[in-house]
């Protein structure tokens, strides 16, 4: 039996010279040292030895079993270091070269120009008008009627405004201006707010003008205010906004919800005031309507024109961006150009 251990583990040590990966080397471990391998199938035998060779044959057993055990162990770190260093060359990793560019979105030109009115004007103490307020799908009693606009005006016809099939007086709001309603009603002065938002105008698409664009209306109700609060207003925004290099004029103007009522031009940026496509010509652009709010319209929300006075104001957040990023076609705003979107 003595014999037999070492002939078995002599054939072992030649298997193991033989095995290049952990996978043969397990098949080894198995023949030899598993419950069913050749060293256990000797253990069994043991009972048949007289007690004096079982203590000289179990010692060798021991013995071998354990030199086996070792050299297994030795080769298995051996094959496992080999593996993984060829796994490690093979998913290497070079660090010295760029790594892969992963593009990033940005605010959109329109959203960052309004942000940043919005900043502007509450730094003059202005609120916003909570969302609820200035929906985009308003009726013609918000949209036209508490405006003083008169059921025969042009503004209203279907050429002008899109109305939609939820019923004949729903529309799709063709200005902010109806927020200051919403702002008004129920509530006692000082109101000073502005609303934010997109209106939609049934109108030929050009370089100056979109069926769809952003607007932010602007209000403030309360004793004693004149046309000249409405001035100090809007020029210390311009000179926020543009810098007081930018030349602007205020026109007298009509809206059926302001009288006296104003338009406020600021000078082309494109061609400095001689004259473009951007501008028709002109050397200005419109950037914004004004004026004190008409009298009927204060009754109509129930404030009295005769204690209280206000002014209103609204805005095309297209046309500032034009003029303050030389940005010459108000559809590059929606044409989702990166080359375009990524200048900003």
Excluded at 83 to 90: H, I, S, V
Excluded at 139 to 165: C, G, I, S, W
Excluded at 203 to 226: C, P
Excluded at 242 to 271: L, Y
Aim: proline content about 4%.
């Amino acid at each position: 039996m003595k014999e037999q251990l070492e002939k078995i583990y002599a054939n072992a040590t030649e298997d193991l010279t033989k095995v290049s990966t952990i996978a043969e080397l397990e098949e080894v471990r198995g023949k030899y040292l598993s419950r069913k391998g050749e060293f256990n199938e000797i253990k069994k035998n043991l009972k048949n030895l007289s007690d004096e060779d079982k203590r000289v044959v179990g010692a060798l057993a021991n013995e071998i079993t354990q030199k086996l055990e070792n050299a297994l162990k030795a080769k298995h770190e051996e094959f496992y270091k080999k593996e993984l260093n060829e796994k490690l060359m093979k998913e290497r990793i070079d660090i010295t070269l760029p790594g892969k560019y992963t593009p990033q979105g940005r605010v959109h030109l329109l959203t960052s120009t309004t942000n940043e009115i919005v900043s502007i004007f509450q730094s003059l103490g202005f609120s916003v008008v909570p969302q609820e307020h200035s929906p985009e799908v308003e009726t013609e009693y918000y949209n036209f009627d508490m405006l003083n606009v008169p059921k025969d005006h042009p503004a209203r016809d279907v050429q002008d405004t899109f109305y939609t099939e939820l019923a004949s007086n729903v529309v799709l709001r063709s200005q902010t201006s109806g927020a200051q309603i919403h702002a008004m009603e129920g509530k006692n002065p000082p109101i000073r707010v502005i609303s934010p938002g997109r209106v939609y105008r049934n109108e030929n698409i050009n370089a100056r003008k979109n069926n769809f664009f952003h607007q932010i209306e602007g209000l403030y109700v309360d004793k004693d205010i004149t046309f000249g609060d409405l001035k100090g207003v809007l020029n210390e925004f311009i000179r926020i906004y543009f810098g007081s290099s930018r030349p602007t004029r205020f026109r007298n103007s009509f809206f059926p919800f302001t009288e006296p009522s104003a338009e406020v031009d600021v000078q082309c940026i494109m061609c400095e005031g001689k004259g473009c496509r951007t501008c028709s010509g002109t050397g200005w652009l419109e950037v914004l309507g004004c004026g004190m709010v008409d009298p009927n319209v204060l009754k109509g929300v129930g404030i009295d024109p005769d204690v209280y006075s206000g002014f209103a104001f609204g805005m095309g957040v297209e046309r500032l961006a034009m003029l303050k990023y030389a940005v010459d076609d108000i559809r590059l705003f929606f044409n989702n150009d990166e080359r375009f979107l990524k200048q900003f």
